[in-house]
């Protein structure tokens, strides 16, 4: 077994291996960017090296810098983790120039499956079915065109060289194939280093099932049962699950069957997943991922068995702890990606800080794969994912109370967040029944925009109590400051000269009236209504935790303070309140339909007008790109460019005025 090795990759999957390396005794060495350099990773790990800026480009895409740090620090064996260069083939055989292991497969079978073009030929030469599509090595865009109309509409673009969904298009009509094709290289060439894309026929309704399989150098391959993905935002897995509902056993076998004599036509070592499309109970070959999945918690929840650990003795020469007759599934394991993200505005992605992070507890049920503390920050320039909740019991419908059970504990402030989305899925009458496909989040718009709701009575109670504590704490600073502590006028009891004590508490355009009570606590009106609220602050948790009693009941919550806002989490839910202040002046910020702005931070990748070009609506102006992600900014109407102010390679903030559009009268 090794003695060090490093990974070459960040955040969640770097302190999985660690974890699991740290386990076996293993001493490891962390790499990162100057965007990481206070990252968890880079803390669990024995010691770290600095391999660029933060641009992934110029760092977790810099093989020859990975090798050196690898060969600088003493690593005998380097694990790629999934993404950045875990599929390719020349990062590969640059670790063995070195005298370097790679923990995944050779090169060759990189090569051969690691291109799904290349993976697609090898699957039509074996007989196994694949989806109609057009994975030649002609990369024109008229080659293209031309393959996707003799295909038939709706087609889709898929990045050649990796997964994720990233440089990943729908394409429902011809005349949107250009500019999609553009977006799909753009992203592909940012996520992988590669802009190659191939076009297949895009079925309407079909469940996205993989196999896991594992190979050794002994020439021992088996396959540790499938997961079912197929719940899917951007062409990204959201909710994976294992076993997948409602699969039968015979198709089961065909697919691990397959899944295994693909390995075996390429010489395959290591973790590997073979993807196949379900629809109308047929399969076709999909693709081939050569490294770790990013859901394969769940496969190690059902089988009881350490898949890194896995990696890491098939990497050192061992033969594979266990041959096929002796795995069993057990129970039913569910996993949820929480991203800071929203779901609202088509997922694009939240930057910022995460001021607030409470968890719920690890326990055999309930497993969390994280890579974020509180108060990190979710920068533009990787993937935006906070955790992995992977929760199991002995059958799905158990997995799914984990879930929801699980995600009501879970809090997070500070960034926009798909929690609530998670919860909603979790408690849809149409996740419980199984059989979901991948058009599922489509088909229930409502998940992704929840109506708003009235803030409950005991928030507004826990909100109010909070405000009047602040207030009193700031008062009695300040009067301890001031010449004469003692001074009535100096306390905020509400105290009025002849007449009984009363102050207002704002909270977004709720008005409460608070009166102190003899007993201690607070009674408060608002319309017809009244309580009486008491309580304070928890000791083990003094900047958040907050014990409430609202009329007798009593509960404890957890609160994030900002200077103008108040966020109570109860529930599983977060309210956000805002604090307005009577006394300062209205806003009177005009907002000019005419302005395009940046609608997150984001780097400028292309322009494609000019100052006093004519444009009409639905046209595309610029493309953005944040955490590997291709976002297009289109005329919200007829018009011409006014202005122009931005350039490619600038860096944008959020609300930056990008474009200045006059309409057309």
Known sequence: MFRKILIANRGEIACR?????????????????????????????????????????????????????????????????????????????????????????PPAAIRAMGSKAAAKTLMQQAGVPLVPGYHGAAQDAATLAAAAAKIGYPVLIKASAGGGGKGMRI???????????????????????????????????????????????????????????????RHQKVIEEAPAPGL??????????????????????????????????????????????????????????????????????????????????????????LYAEDPARDFLPSIGTLRHLREPAVSAHVRIDTGVRAGDRIGIHYDPMIAKLIVWDADRAGAIRRLASALAQY??????????????????PGFAAGGVDTGFLARHPALLTPPEAAVPRFVLGAAALIVLTLRAEAAARAAAASADPHNPWAGSDGWRLNLPAMQSVWLGETILTASPLAAGGWRLSHAADAMEIGGGRLSSDADTAWRVRVDGAQRTVSALIEPAALEVFMDGEAWRLRLPDPLAPGDERITDGGRICAPIPATVRRVL???????????????????????????????????????????????????ELEAVA
């Open 248 to 337: 039968a056993p015979a198709m089961r076998a065909a697919m691990g069957e397959a899944a295994v004599a693909a390995a075996r036509a390429v010489g395959y070592i290591g973790a590997g997943t073979v993807e196949f499309i379900v629809e109308d109970g047929a399969f076709y070959f999909m693709e081939m991922n050569t490294r770790l999945q990013v859901e394969h918690a769940v496969s190690e929840m059902i089988t009881g068995q350490d898949l890194v650990e896995w990696q890491l003795r098939v990497a050192a020469g061992e033969a594979l702890p266990l041959d096929q007759s002796a795995l069993r599934m057990r129970g039913h394991a569910i996993e949820a990606r």
């Open 609 to 659: 007008v000019a100052a006093g070009d004519a444009v009409t609506r639905g046209q595309a102006l610029l493309v953005l790109e944040a955490m590997k992600m291709e976002l297009t900014l289109t005329a919200p109407t007829d018009g011409t460019i006014a202005a122009l102010r931005a350039v490619v390679g600038q860096l944008v903030s959020e609300g930056e005025e990008l474009v």
């Open 411 to 428: 809090e997070i402030g500070g960034l926009r967040n798909n929690l609530a989305l998670l919860r909603a899925i979790a408690a849809h």
């Open 17 to 105: 291996v660690m974890r699991t390396a740290q386990r076996l005794g293993i001493a490891t060495i962390a790499v990162y960017s100057d965007a990481d350099a206070d990252a968890l990773h880079v803390a669990m790990a024995d010691a770290a090296w600095r391999i660029g800026p933060a641009p992934a480009r110029q760092s977790y895409l810099d093989a020859a810098a990975i090798v050196a740090a690898a060969v600088a620090s003493g690593a005998e064996a380097v694990h790629p983790g999934y993404g950045f260069l875990s599929e390719n083939a020349d990062f590969a055989a640059a670790c063995a120039e070195a005298g370097l292991v790679f923990i995944g497969p």
């Open 171 to 233: 394409v429902e009509r011809a005349e949107n194939f250009a500019a999609a094709l553009a977006g799909a290289r753009g992203e592909a060439a940012s996520a992988f280093g590669d802009d190659r894309v191939l076009i297949e026929k895009y079925l309407t309704r079909p469940r996205h099932i993989e196999i896991q399989l594992f190979a050794d150098s002994h020439g021992g391959v088996l396959h540790l049962f499938e997961r079912d993905c197929s719940i899917q935002r």
